[in-house]
């Protein structure tokens, strides 16, 4: 590529210095265009192309100030031009600049330097030429940018606005405000905070942020960071509120169904996937429930399919209502995920019940959806009534990969049609009937409370020394309407798991004082044990309901005893002890019921206020015939007395029993020997009853002892 010919305007009214100039200039290369005065420097202005000029200051006419001064005018700021004056007093100079001259040169002139002045300056002149260039391809560069760019020191102060978007209103106005000014202080410490990442790893820091651009119009920006110095960043901010926008659209298209707007089979993989790896980190289990319509087939047969999608978005609406996670009160909403729905396609559906903490929970839910889909629904002028068969799989019982549950709920869903459909099936049939048992047990007891369908019996406890029947267990007895008569053993696990013990427990005190009291009104005065479970002395207001009791019904507190198992008091804290203490403050006696069956340590046994230990009836119904229950019977017994607790043992059958307990240093004996539990009327006759143990007749339990 040839370089561009530069072309030289030279105007001397002097014919030698004239020649002389033009011979330097072409020496060096440049093309030289003469004129011997001002108004003929103009037309060969007009007429060629000039890339620079020289004009003699002392010229006849128009001297060299005035066609300075008219080029100027014509020409504009870049054109190099060139005073040759002979004065070189300041002022003239000054005068020269003050009209638009660029550079001047003081006769007399150095011919052999000349070309070298000249050359200097046409690279002067060439490189603002390109740095114009450069300016402008940056400016519309600027332009064309999308982004907001200005430059911040290390305080959030805005030094530079390099381009500012009309719509970048947040930004402010100009240099010299603050980020402070327009933004919130959580995102202005975002920019802070990318400055100084920036900075110490010399990279650029990308971020994005929400920020309130009008009244109801939130906008997403995207911000790139780069250094330029120690103390200033460059700020490239980008709105990507349509990238967003397009993106929750494309997730949208790839991840819901378009027509219930509930997520769909890639969807509900992958979230099943990722609820598998949290419950084997946290050890927990969860539950997929495969959903399907019974009979839709026949809506889009005889109705039409916009009948029947209207069915399908209906459907989802009714399945939303049904999963509402505040409903499953047996769970800790404040550590669970919400209970994820999906549409897998045509009028099947499914549901991700994480972190299940009952079975009972996966089967409730199904019980919702069974009510919800069986109302009719409303569909021209006519109602159409669809039910759902529901199978469940759990995770990690029924499978550990994500594939297995969804094919073991699909065979449940099945198994369901086939015992005649709207109904639930779990994958494995022993497991439905168990939580189906459990689930119904749970609604018969909080019924049981309304219908005051629990009584108490009590068992009498026989004292040693007195030979009386001084004290009673209350013990609560269940009569079913449909079942007849269920045992404790069989529901009060259920209570103490779904929170039902604590209004049970306090109706089994109040009722055992209220009958203790008729007692006493009748002229019978006895101590009556009530039963307290661990999640019962758990409660926070255990104290209150106590004392509460007490007050209401006017039996004395030394005549109550509370019976606690030794499970409740293993994990004893200051809150035990102080719960304990303030219990015997009021003179109620506190036994440790069922001792020997749990951790038996001696340690915590020094520190607990209680009164009284009950050795569990396994130990003493082998008294007799097992050396090991006789021995621990004696250690039992060998340890109360040396720490100072009364010990009664439980389960007495025989008078063998009696007697060799006696003998060791019992206080109290309970059980079928001195009778079965009855209720608070047969009490006055069983009290009447007059008992003699006598000595020991038991042969080597005496031995044994010594």
Not at 44 to 60: G, H, K, S, T, W
Not at 105 to 125: D, E, F, V
Not at 164 to 173: E, R, V
Not at 243 to 264: C, M
């Given at each position: 590529m040839t370089s561009k010919i530069f072309n030289v305007l030279l105007a001397d009214d002097d014919i030698t210095a004239r020649y002389l100039m033009q011979a330097a200039l072409e020496q060096a290369g440049f093309r030289v265009i003469l004129a011997?005065?001002?108004?003929?420097?103009?037309?060969?202005?007009?007429?060629?192309?000039?890339?620079?000029?020289?004009?003699?200051?002392?010229?006849?006419?128009?001297?060299?100030?005035?066609?300075?001064?008219?080029?100027?005018?014509?020409?504009?700021?870049?054109?190099?031009?060139?005073?040759?004056?002979?004065?070189?007093?300041?002022?003239?100079?000054?005068?020269?600049?003050?009209?638009?001259?660029?550079?001047?040169?003081?006769?007399?002139?150095?011919?052999?330097?000349?070309?070298?002045?000249?050359?200097?300056?046409?690279?002067?002149?060439?490189?603002?030429?390109?740095?114009?260039?450069?300016?402008?391809?940056?400016?519309?560069?600027?332009?064309?940018?999308?982004?907001?760019?200005?430059?911040?020191?290390?305080?959030?102060?805005?030094?530079?606005?390099?381009?500012?978007?009309?719509?970048?209103?947040?930004?402010?106005?100009?240099?010299?405000?603050?980020?402070?000014?327009?933004?919130?202080?959580?995102?202005?410490?975002?920019?802070?905070?990318?400055?100084?990442?920036?900075?110490?790893?010399?990279?650029?820091?990308?971020?994005?942020?929400?920020?309130?651009?009008?009244?109801?119009?939130?906008?997403?920006?995207?911000?790139?960071?780069?250094?330029?110095?120690?103390?200033?960043?460059?700020?490239?901010?980008?709105?990507?509120?349509?990238?967003?926008?397009?993106?929750?659209?494309?997730?949208?298209?790839?991840?819901?169904?378009?027509?219930?707007?509930?997520?769909?089979?890639?969807?509900?993989?992958?979230?099943?996937?990722?609820?598998?790896e949290r419950a084997k980190h946290t050890q927990s289990r969860l539950a997929v429930l495969f959903l399907d319509l019974d009979g839709f087939k026949s809506i889009n047969d005889a109705l039409g399919h916009n009948a029947g999608d209207l069915i399908l978005e209906w459907t989802a609406d009714r399945l939303r209502d049904s999963t509402r996670f505040s409903d499953f009160v047996s769970r800790n909403s404040a550590n669970e995920s919400s209970i994820e729905l999906s549409r897998l396609g045509g009028d099947e559906f499914t549901a991700i019940i994480p972190n299940l903490a009952r079975v009972e929970d996966a089967l409730l839910l199904a019980q919702r959806i069974h009510t919800t889909m069986r109302r009719p629904f409303h569909l021209d002028k006519r109602d159409v009534v669809l039910t759902t068969s529901i199978g469940i799989a759990l995770y990690p019982d029924d499978g550990e990969s994500s594939e297995d549950l969804l094919k073991h709920a699909d065979t449940a869903m099945y198994h369901a049609k086939n015992e005649g459909r709207d109904n639930c099936q779990f994958y494995s049939a022993s497991l439905t009937r168990q939580a189906e048992k459990r689930l119904n047990l749970e609604n018969d007891l909080r019924n049981a409370l309304c219908n005051q369908e629990f009584h108490l019996l009590y068992q009498p406890q026989f004292d040693i020394a007195s030979e009386r029947i001084c004290s009673v267990e209350a013990l609560v007895r269940w009569l079913h309407p449909q079942q007849g008569l269920i045992l404790p053993l069989d529901f009060i696990p259920g209570a103490e798991e779904t929170g039902l013990i604590i209004p049970l427990g306090e109706w089994i005190l109040r009722t055992a004082c209220t009958e203790a009291v008729q007692w006493m009104q009748a002229g019978l005065t006895l101590q009556v044990a009530v039963n307290l479970s661990p999640v019962q002395f758990n409660n926070p207001n255990l104290l209150r309901t106590v004392f509460d009791i007490l007050a209401q019904t006017g039996f004395p507190p030394d005549k109550l005893i509370l019976e606690i198992t030794e499970s409740a008091l293993m994990d004893h804290t200051n809150n035990t002890v102080t719960t304990l203490n303030t219990l015997r403050k009021h003179n109620i006696q506190i036994t440790l019921d069922d001792f020997g069956t749990g951790y038996s340590s001696m340690s915590y046994l020094k520190r607990l206020p209680i009164n009284n230990i009950k050795v569990d009836q396994s130990f003493v119904h082998g008294l007799l015939d097992d050396k090991d229950s006789l021995a621990i019977v004696r250690a039992i017994i060998s340890l109360s007395r040396n720490l100072g607790f009364n010990l009664t043992a439980e389960g007495v059958e025989t008078l063998e029993q009696a007697q060799a307990l006696k003998h060791f240093g019992c206080k109290a004996l309970q059980g079928y020997y001195f009778g079965k539990p009855v209720r608070m009327e047969e009490m006055f006759a069983l009290t009447e009853k007059q008992w003699s143990i006598g000595k020991c007749q038991a042969p080597g339990v005496h031995s044994e002892y010594n």
């Open positions: 011997c005065d001002g108004e003929e420097a103009m037309h060969q202005f007009a007429a060629f192309p000039i890339d620079m000029v020289m004009l003699d200051v002392e010229m006849p006419g128009m001297d060299g100030y005035q066609t300075c001064l008219q080029l100027r005018q014509l020409a504009g700021d870049e054109l190099p031009i060139i005073m040759v004056t002979g004065m070189d007093d300041v002022q003239s100079i000054n005068h020269a600049f003050e009209i638009g001259a660029t550079d001047f040169i003081s006769k007399p002139i150095n011919w052999n330097l000349i070309g070298y002045h000249i050359l200097y300056m046409k690279r002067a002149y060439l490189n603002l030429l390109a740095l114009k260039t450069a300016n402008a391809r940056s400016k519309a560069i600027l332009s064309a940018l999308p982004d907001t760019m200005f430059i911040l020191d290390n305080q959030g102060n805005i030094c530079d606005v390099l381009s500012h978007c009309s719509h970048a209103c947040w930004l402010g106005t100009s240099a010299g405000s603050s980020l402070q000014q327009t933004m919130p202080a959580n995102i202005v410490q975002l920019y802070l905070e990318a400055i100084d990442t920036a900075r110490k790893l010399c990279q650029a820091e990308l971020f994005e942020y929400q920020l309130k651009v009008a009244q109801d119009v939130t906008n997403y920006f995207e911000c790139r960071i780069v250094t330029i110095d120690n103390s200033e960043t460059l700020c490239l901010v980008r709105d990507i509120t349509e990238r967003k926008d397009a993106e929750r659209r494309i997730t949208q298209l790839a991840y819901f169904d378009s027509l219930t707007g509930l997520p769909n089979r890639q969807s509900f993989q992958e979230r099943l996937k990722q609820e598998i």
